[in-house]
């Protein structure tokens, strides 16, 4: 399994910009990278998923650099209700590593 | 669809008894997951099943700790007898395509006393 880090944590306000960077050096060449988003008391929830270069859909940008050796997960205009935990992870089957992720607060 | 079902949503049980969770996958996903969550873990994977089949439970702490999936529609985890250190929030999860973004419920707190 490809090892991650990422920032424990990370505070912001309502309306920035949020990135997560996340370190992932043995990547495989197979791999992709998947962020997943979770707020207590509830599971953890897909965000997005890329391999190479930048993915977006309607809740967040994922820009992978050409090495890929670390991924960046970027939280347009963030609000009160973006605060969770956010995991990065890296893997081509089933065998998920979720780490103990970011935990992100977005403050008023 | 409804999404992952897990019930019940709390368990509250003493030391020794015997522990059923239930789980609900997403109608045609043919992949499930147990997980389990505590603060000092972090989240961990306990065993995955690929059309009914267990494929890896590597993941299971002992034999304490037992997984069924009878059919596409219905897995149990079960705990006997359960010991207060597997108090944790215990998820299942659902996809259709292994290494494709899983469907987590909303999970089971569970405390053994």
């Not at chain 1, 962020?35 to 997005?48: A, L, T, V």
């Not at chain 1, 890329?50 to 650099?65: C, D, M, R, W």
């Not at chain 1, 890929?68 to 609000?79: A, D």
């Amino acid at each position: 399994l490809a090892k991650t880090t990422q920032p424990i944590s990370m505070d912001s306000y309502e309306g920035q910009e949020v990135n997560i960077t996340c370190s992932h050096n043995n990547i495989a060449t197979n791999d992709y990278i998947t962020w997943y988003q979770q707020f207590p008391s509830q599971g953890p929830r897909f965000i997005i998923q890329g391999y190479k270069t930048k993915v977006t859909n309607e809740v967040a940008s994922l820009f992978i650099p050409a090495d890929r050796k670390s991924s960046t997960l970027s939280l347009p205009r963030v609000s009160l209700s973006d605060t969770a935990v956010y995991y990065c992870l890296v893997a081509n089957d089933y065998k998920l590593s979720f780490g103990a992720g970011t935990t992100v607060t977005v403050r008023a | 669809d409804a999404g992952v079902i897990q019930s019940p949503r709390h368990e509250v049980t003493e030391m020794g008894q015997e522990v059923t969770l239930r789980c609900k996958p997403i109608s045609g996903h043919n992949s499930l997951f147990w997980y389990r969550q505590t603060m000092m873990r972090g989240l961990e994977l306990l065993i995955y099943f690929n059309n009914n089949v267990p494929i890896d439970d590597s993941g299971m702490p002992e034999d304490r700790f037992s997984a069924k999936m009878p059919n596409a529609s219905f897995s149990t985890l079960k705990i006997q007898p359960s010991e207060p250190r597997d108090s944790a929030v215990y998820f299942c999860a659902s996809s259709n395509i292994e290494g494709e973004k899983l469907f987590f419920g909303s999970g089971t707190q569970l405390s053994v006393l």
